[in-house]
């Protein structure tokens, strides 16, 4: 089981010195990845300072040798498919071939997507999301893209460079239950992000196997508090254990964990 840190960068580490400082030390301790939540806004702590993940990404790229970097997660549908695509390319180089996408519906938390004018339709969401990666993959591939869907357009534009991992960078996809969708989705991909049970998972993972045929290189990355006991979630499938940190982190809570 490989174990990474799943960080909130917000208040004080809403800074990207500060979380590329905090994964150069988690990979001299030996962990495998370091993730980050991907928000823009946290209406519940209006005064809480938060900080792009796509650009703390590039400032850990620089830091860091080994460790797997991503997001997790990001909801595809605040985001257009061209931006998502062009910046995961550059960290993926910047990284050379280390970066994970992670990806789902995301919520609207205090407002967080509807107070921003966001979609906020759930179903209109999932439609979006499943649009998005479909022309994120076909930009990767750095062949024309020609795409006319229910969201997104694209006229025959090409987009270089490709990414450095091949066939593409990995995607992993967020399911919080037994629900198809979900697991279909992440049954096309290379990874599932659960928020579940270790019951639960079996369930979610025995879907998924069904669709895929095997869970051979499929990443399930489950996220559990520093105190967890990840053992329940390897027993039941899971092979990255995420330390997951609350929303309001102070740097000393993160190195009390890597002093461990």
Request: charged share 25%; aromatic share 6%; glycine share 8%.
């Amino acid at each position: 089981m490989r174990h990474a840190l799943y960080l909130p960068p917000f208040g004080e580490l809403a800074d990207p010195a500060v979380l590329a400082d905090l994964s150069a030390r988690a990979e001299a301790a030996g962990f495998d990845g370091v993730f980050l939540w991907d928000h823009v806004v946290r209406p519940n702590q209006p005064d809480l300072p938060v900080c792009d993940a796509w650009i703390a990404l590039a400032a850990i790229a620089m830091r860091t040798e080994r460790i797997t970097i991503g997001t997790r997660i990001t909801p595809l549908s605040r985001r257009r498919p061209q931006d998502v695509a062009r910046q995961a390319v550059a960290i993926d180089r910047l990284s050379a071939g280390r970066l994970v996408l992670g990806v789902g519906l995301g919520a609207d938390n205090g407002g967080e997507l509807s107070k921003l004018g966001e979609v906020d339709d759930a179903r209109t969401r999932a439609e979006m999301l499943d649009e998005g990666l479909d022309v994120v993959c076909r930009m990767w591939s750095g062949e024309p893209v020609t795409h006319r869907g229910r969201h997104y357009r694209v006229d025959g534009l090409r987009f270089l460079p490709r990414p450095v991992q091949r066939p593409r960078i990995p995607i992993w996809v967020a399911a919080q239950s037994v629900k198809p969708a979900p697991l279909r989705r992440a049954a096309r991909f290379d990874g599932l992000c659960p928020e579940t049970t270790p019951d639960g998972l079996r369930q979610m993972l025995d879907q998924i196997e069904q669709q895929r045929g095997d869970l051979q290189d499929f990443a399930v990355a489950v996220g559990g508090a520093p105190d967890e006991d990840p053992a329940p979630y390897r027993e039941a499938g899971a092979n990255w254990w995420l330390v997951q940190f609350p929303e309001l982190t102070s740097i000393s809570d993160v190195t009390g964990v890597l002093a461990d």
